[in-house]
Structures are given as C-alpha cells and as structure tokens.
C-alpha cells in the first residue's frame, strides 16, 4: 500500500512514517482510516522494505480518537451485530500491530484520546512532548475502559492502579505523569519530537531486522506463558536467530574490530 487514501505515509531508509490526516478537527479516526491502518500493518509483515514505524502527530495532535460524527453518531444506531462488528475492527488494528514484525514508535504531541490513546499504547516506544495529552476517556462517553486491549495492556505498561484510574475516570495524563509511570520512553521539546523519533529509528532500522521481529514477538507472545514455557521459547527462538548471518556478521566485525552491518537475515 503505497498511497493510502485515509493517512499519511512515507517511506525512506528502512523506516515507514505514519500519522492521520485531519489536522483540523485534530486528527480523528473514522472507519475508512481504522480498516485502512488495520490492513496496512497486517502487510506490514510481508514487507522487507520496512524496518521499523514512526507513528507521528500531524498539525500538533496525534490523535483525538473516534471521530464524533463520523463514528460515534452512527454507532449509537447500530444493533448489537453491527456493533460487534466494529469493535472487532478496532480490535484488529491493536493485533496488526503487535503482530507487524516492526518495532513502532510513537510520537505524541498534542492531543492523544480515545483510540489515539491506544495506537499509542500499543505501540513498542513512545516519545512525548510536554504538551501532550493522553487519555483513555472510553468512560467520559458512557463506555467501559475496556476497549481495543486497554485492560490488558496498559497496566503492564504503567501499573494496575494507575491503569485503573485513567481507565475510570478518563482523565488525561499529563506527559510529565506518563514518562514517570514508565508509559513514555522520553519527553522532548515539540521541535525536537519528529528527529528524536527518526533517530530512534533510524537506529532501530540498523539493527539485525530478523532479530528485532523475534523480539517483538516474543514480547507479545510471553505474556501468556509460564517463566518456564517462555525461557523455553527464547531458547528456541535465539537458537534461530543464531542461524541467521547477521550473528555471523556481527562476529566477524567483532574479531575485525569493525562495526557490524547487519542486513536483517
């Protein structure tokens, strides 16, 4: 997908960046953007080009989440099918992209609500200005906080209780509060969000590529497993990974002295 219709997209040196494209009514989600993102990172994973994503703000917000008018009003006409439908939709871009094979960093500016919370959440790395904004306001609208993996993921993240309180009253947290709960990586000036990113990246892109995708699975897949079934499948999966040439590659620039140049195989 080269042009999608419903975000922007470029592509340059290993790394994809993304971001909505509706910076006056700061960057909602619609249907049209939720299956297009959905289907863009499932074939993220057939996709060599791209190493890792840079998930950006656009016009200083990253997103407000679903769009009022767009999503939330023709929701409230939807029977229980319909609805089921939907939010199975939503679901399924959370499991694209944890499932992507990319490492994904979030680049959060602004405003970042509802399912922009989300996008955010799920991603792998996650950069804040101090103006932003996070909130998980599922209960502001009349709805449980459960939504798209919210209950599952973000008190790993940052803790039970404090995952409990965004989640029931929908206030925002600041990004002061988020870089101490472990939710952001870093907190950068707004001049200085997009290049922090793209320098994360950017190293991240150089980085043995194979490698980087078991990683990123194992992440996900660990959760469910005992500390003997998951120090079981790491031992399987860095036994594979120690058949790739990019393990060769780094011994031999160790023994040269070199800095290794990995290829992602």
Known sequence: MSNPEHFLLSVENGIATVSLDRPERKNPLTFDSYAELRDWFRG?????????????????????????????????????????????????????????????????DGICAGAGAIIAMASDLRIAT??????????????????????AILPRLIGQGRAAELLYLGRSMSAEEGHAWGFFNRVVSADALMSEAQDMAARIASGPGFANMMTKTMLAQEWSMTLDQAIEAEAQAQAICMQGQDFTRAYNAFVKKERPVFEGD
């Open 130 to 151: 101090p103006e932003a904004k996070t909130a998980f306001l599922f209960n502001r609208v009349g709805l449980a906080g459960c939504d798209m993996g919210a209950c």
């Open 44 to 108: 993220l994973v057939y996709d060599d080009d791209i190493k890792v994503v840079v998930f950006g703000p656009n016009g200083g917000n990253f997103s407000s989440g679903g769009d009022v008018h767009d999503i939330i009003g023709p929701l409230t006409k939807m029977n229980m099918k319909e609805l089921l439908a939907f939010t199975r939709m939503t679901g399924d871009l959370v499991k694209a992209m944890l499932h992507c094979g990319k490492p994904i960093i979030a680049a959060v």
